[in-house]
């Protein structure tokens, strides 16, 4: 179909997508600084969807006080033309006065899976998540919205906000795209210097190591976890905020790995905040 362009009001979506009812719309929702990552996903979109949204909007109550908002990447301009050419036939990048009302007091909460993994680290984050995502599901209504499994934490709280709030959407997770290197790329990435670069590689081969250590035959969980914590101990400059043997889709620590677990991870490399995971089958 023919593209739509820019929007930054949700009244302007509403009539743009009210002109388009009866077709099928994919939601590809971003904070910006596109890479290939996100493009995969509009791509995926693309094939699936007569209708593709793509939200550009970085999101001020998922970030804590101390943490990196302000100096959170943004490209609109370059974001707009690369989610064209990937896809997108609407780009919706409102601010955050048309997102957010004062006092917005309403928030979603996910007990049992907002305050484990990245989120005892950062409170209150996929509250704002799940909040978000929630209200873009309600302006953009689609039957399909694409997430990357990058954040499994966050695929893992959408689902659960979906099912059990009875959405009719369908949420497609879609692979971690890694750098040659292995490296899975972000948009923090970019904060990275040359050497800080070459040193955020511990994270994939901390992953890759507890992967192999499971394979090898190893079934207590702690010990997987402590192979994998050696790995990051021995490259200076990066710090380890946790390294995790959980369900996959609970998020809760195991004792003894059978079937399939999520390993689960977030370092510091420098300043910059780094997460990477794994499903591991046995």
């Known amino acids: 179909m023919e593209g739509q362009g820019t929007i930054e009001t949700i009244r302007e979506l509403r009539l743009a997508l009210d002109k388009l009812a009866g077709k099928t719309v994919g939601f590809v929702p971003t904070m910006g600084a596109l890479h290939e990552g996100h493009l995969s996903l509009v791509r995926q979109a693309r094939q699936d969807c007569d209708v593709v949204v793509v939200s550009v909007f970085v999101n001020p109550i998922q970030f804590g006080p101390s943490e990196d908002m302000d ?29 957010y009302h004062e006092p917005a007091r309403a928030k979603v909460r996910v007990d ?21 995502v929630l209200k873009f599901f309600n302006i953009v209504r689609p039957q399909r919205a694409y997430f990357g499994a990058k954040d ?10 979906v099912k059990d709030l009875n959405l009719s959407i369908e949420i497609i997770p879609m692979p971690i795209i890694r750098a040659a290197d292995g490296l899975a790329l ?20 901390a992953i890759q ?24 101990a021995a490259q200076p400059g990066v710090t380890l905020e946790y390294f995790s043997i959980c369900g996959p889709q609970d998020l ?17 490399v420098g300043p910059t905040r780094l997460i990477d995971n794994m499903v591991i089958r046995i």
């Not at 943004?74 to 601010?95: H, N, Q, Y």
């Not at 899976?113 to 909040?131: N, S, W």
């Not at 499994?152 to 959408?158: A, G, K, N, R, Y």
């Open 152 to 161: 499994w934490q966050q695929l893992v709280v959408v689902g659960k906000v």
């Open 112 to 132: 049992g899976l907002e305050d484990v993994l990245c989120g005892k680290y950062r409170p209150g984050h996929f509250a704002g998540v799940a909040t978000v």
């Open 252 to 268: 809760q620590p195991v004792d003894i790995i059978v079937g399939e677990v999520l390993a689960a991870a977030a370092v510091y």
């Open 71 to 99: 100096k959170y990447p943004r490209s609109l301009g370059k974001d707009i033309a690369l989610a064209r050419e990937a896809g997108a036939d609407i780009v919706f990048a409102p601010a955050s006065e048309e997102m």
């Open 186 to 205: 972000s948009s923090r990435n970019q904060y990275l210097s040359p050497q800080e670069r070459i040193s955020a590689l511990v994270l994939p081969a």
């Open 209 to 232: 190591a507890a992967a192999q250590t499971i394979h090898a035959g190893e079934r207590d969980a702690r010990l997987v976890e402590a192979a994998a914590k050696e790995v990051i």
